[in-house]
């Protein structure tokens, strides 16, 4: 149980494009997700905290107009990176947590972004 | 500023022995802590955690040691098989369940 999808997970775009990355909770309810970025040999950080049905929550120096999130369902986040940078990429990570693991989080296999 | 850290980039342990990974934690109210592997382009998988109200959580081959006083949790593998080669992450919460997480720990276990 507790298997985090994420899709695509690997995609290359041209500077200026936007991309979206889905994540998806395949066999429980995910009240809550989050979503991460890891650069190289680095901690996972997160972007942004968001619940389903309302506005996702941003951390500090996380542009929102950049990073759209949209939590519309219990079994599906997306992340769009709007007008892509080369800057902008990374290793993209979201998890999920559900009513019955509110303290953990199970994460998906990640979306490796590479903006040329 | 890292809340949750992480102080050794890197450990290789012998097949069979064990393998002890450290973690440190400035914040105060972190009342839950979590360690996680990550193999290469793969997202991190749940190991084990530990409440704050507790000082030892054992399964099977891993045990999380947690002092309060010292803000210091450490994880015990123990036998360390090749399996075990990854990049382990420590993660502690404030009850806001947002994680903060340690820059990770390469662990190489040698044949």
């Known amino acids: 149980g507790a298997v985090v999808s994420q899709h695509p997970s690997r995609v290359i775009c041209k500077s200026g494009t936007s991309v979206k990355i889905e994540c998806r909770s395949l066999d429980f309810q995910a009240t809550t997700m989050f979503w991460y970025r890891q650069f190289p040999k680095k901690s996972l950080m997160l972007m942004a905290t968001s619940n389903e049905g309302s506005k996702a929550t941003y951390e500090q120096g996380v542009e929102k107009d950049k990073f759209l999130i949209n939590h519309a369902s219990l079994t599906l986040s997306t992340l769009t990176v709007t007008s892509a940078h080369p800057e902008d990429s990374s290793f993209y990570i979201c998890?999920?947590?559900?009513?019955?693991?509110?303290?953990?989080?199970?994460f998906g296999p990640g979306t490796r972004l590479t903006v040329l | 500023d890292q809340q949750v850290k992480q102080n050794s980039p890197s450990l290789s342990v012998q097949e069979g022995r064990i393998s002890i990974l450290n973690c440190d934690y400035t914040?105060?109210?972190?009342?839950?802590f979590l360690w996680y592997k990550k193999y290469p382009a793969e997202g991190p998988t749940f190991l084990i955690s530990i409440s704050s109200i507790k000082d030892k959580n054992e399964d099977g081959r891993f045990t999380v040691f947690l002092n309060k006083s010292a803000k210091h949790l450490s994880l015990h593998i123990v036998p360390s098989q090749p399996g075990d080669s990854a990049v382990y992450f420590c993660a502690a919460s404030a009850n806001d369940y947002k994680l903060s997480f340690g820059a990770g720990t390469t662990v190489t276990v040698r044949a």
């Open positions: 914040n105060s109210m972190f009342d839950y």
């Open positions: 998890s999920a947590s559900g009513r019955a693991s509110y303290n953990e989080q199970f």
